[in-house]
């Protein structure tokens, strides 16, 4: 479970004030939405959830660990895919896979049967002993996520996971998500995709000038804004958001 409790952040000495307040739980067994307009905060908030940035004010909890007290013991913990997949173009998506299983301490037996099974279930292996160079955004975002898997994290967060993604492609990781959320595993994403969102959440965080203006299951944010379908319900929220503050 990942606990996130008035998190703010400022940039360009205290005048922009990315994120300011936030605070929300993705739950166990849940998926978990983060929605908002660009330049929301919706990534800096991302960032501080997985120890990249620090927040000037505020508190992460990941299964109750303080990310600001203990990062090391957080970061093995989640599970990241991060906006920039950062892969290491000249190793093979082997050799990425088992790198990050080094770095997080996995003995080799178990790297070897976990690798196995991301592999099958993320159907990656025609690519497993190519370089990642030149690989298509697809394969690229599957060899990041079985990275970010292979030492078995309880919570795991996907920044645009379908981002570039072609339809099949997009439907075999919204399964992977699904199975995911079946393992009881916490999974918090971003999308800009709102069929996909209402598709896969089980609840959204709406996240709009720095600020939560909304947390809610997709059928009490559509029942709240009395809209018919979750993206004119997001744009009646984020509208409602910018009016308050104008």
């Known amino acids: 479970m990942i606990e996130v409790q008035n998190l703010s952040k400022a940039f360009d000495g205290g005048r922009v004030r990315a994120v300011d307040g ?37 508190q992460v909890l990941v299964d109750g660990t303080d990310a600001a007290a203990d990062p090391l013991v957080v970061r093995r913990r989640l599970g990241v895919l991060p906006d920039a997949r950062g892969l290491y ?10 790198y990050f299983a080094h770095l997080q301490g996995v003995d080799p037996a178990t790297l070897a049967t976990r690798r196995e099974a991301l592999v099958d279930a993320l159907d990656m292996r ?36 379908t981002n570039g993604l072609d339809v099949m492609a997009t439907r075999g990781m919204r399964e992977f998500m699904r199975r995911l959320r ?3 595993r916490c999974v918090l994403f971003s999308s ?3 069929q996909e969102v209402a598709m896969l959440c089980d609840r959204i965080v709406v996240i709009a000038r720095g600020r939560v203006v909304a947390d809610e299951s997709p059928a009490a944010l559509r029942a709240q804004t009395g809209r018919d379908n979750l993206e004119d319900a997001f744009v009646a929220i984020i509208g409602s958001a910018e009016g308050l503050a104008a």
């Open 126 to 161: 025609d690519i497993l002993e190519r370089r990642t160079e030149g690989f298509s955004q697809g394969q690229r975002v599957k060899t990041a996520i079985a990275r970010a898997l292979v030492h078995d994290p309880n919570n795991v967060i996907l920044d645009e996971p």
């Open 192 to 194: 800009h995709i709102m």
């Open 89 to 98: 173009k000249r190793l093979t998506a082997r050799e990425n896979i088992d």
């Open 22 to 58: 936030v605070s929300f739980t993705a739950r166990d067994g849940e998926i978990t939405g983060l929605l908002g307009p660009n330049g929301a905060g919706k990534t800096t908030t991302l960032r501080m959830l997985y120890t990249l940035m620090k927040p000037d004010s505020g």
């Open 182 to 184: 079946a393992e009881g």
